[in-house]
């Protein structure tokens, strides 16, 4: 079955290097987007637009089927962040990190792998092989990525940039 599942994706050599630039320009945005004292809660709900929709395709983007994947992550990049915009609008300290934009964001977690195996099967269909496959390797990369080395920061201040 593990065999079938491979030969349907085709091969993508140059994947990592426009993954590579798609997150890197992603990255800048969203550095812009955050760089900032004080932040609205349109400029917050941008920035989150800009992670959910870079994080969203690069998970789910495969040759085959390409416009769904960009679809799937607008789509969803459009629901966080308009859920972020709105949970801002009635706090006292206007952030979006709040309950439902974090239901939100686990909303997408879930939703990954079923797109994933909706876009190799081509239709509304769930062979739990390639769903496992998908959410297990999905969970793989994202522990991965969270318990990569961050850079140490300032002990007073919390900045990455200050030396004092």
């Not at 989150?48 to 679809?71: N, P, Q």
């Not at 974090?102 to 769903?131: C, H, I, K, M, N």
């Given at each position: 079955?593990?065999?079938?599942?491979?030969?349907?994706?085709?091969?993508?050599?140059?994947?990592?290097?426009?993954?590579?630039?798609?997150?890197?320009?992603?990255?800048?945005?969203?550095?812009?987007?955050?760089?900032?004292r004080?932040?609205?809660?349109?400029?917050?709900?941008?920035?989150?637009?800009?992670?959910?929709?870079?994080?969203?395709?690069?998970?789910?983007?495969?040759?085959?089927?390409?416009?769904?994947?960009?679809?799937?992550?607008?789509?969803?990049?459009?629901?966080?962040?308009?859920?972020?915009?709105f949970?801002?609008?009635?706090?006292a300290?206007?952030?979006?990190?709040?309950?439902?934009?974090?239901?939100?964001?686990?909303?997408?977690?879930?939703?990954?792998?079923?797109?994933?195996?909706?876009?190799d099967?081509?239709?509304?269909?769930?062979?739990?092989?390639?769903?496992?496959?998908?959410?297990?390797?999905?969970?793989v990369?994202g522990?991965?990525t969270?318990?990569?080395?961050?850079?140490?920061?300032?002990?007073?201040?919390?900045?990455?940039?200050?030396?004092?």
């Amino acid at each position: 079955m593990s065999l079938r599942q491979e030969q349907d994706l085709a091969d993508w050599p140059g994947r990592p290097w426009v993954l590579a630039a798609i997150c890197s320009a992603a990255g800048l945005a969203f550095h812009l987007l955050t760089d900032a004292r004080e932040l609205a809660p349109s400029r917050q709900a941008l920035a989150s637009f800009v992670a959910i929709v870079t994080l969203s395709f690069a998970l789910t983007v495969e040759l085959k089927r390409l416009h769904w994947a960009t679809m799937f992550a607008l789509g969803w990049g459009a629901v966080i962040a308009l859920v972020g915009w709105f949970t801002a609008g009635y706090n006292a300290n206007p952030t979006i990190f709040e309950w439902p934009f974090l239901s939100g964001v686990f909303a997408v977690l879930l939703a990954e792998p079923l797109f994933q195996t909706v876009r190799d099967e081509g239709g509304w269909r769930f062979p739990y092989p390639r769903l496992h496959r998908h959410a297990w390797t999905d969970a793989v990369i994202g522990a991965a990525t969270s318990a990569s080395p961050a850079s140490p920061s300032c002990s007073h201040c919390s900045s990455r940039a200050c030396s004092a």
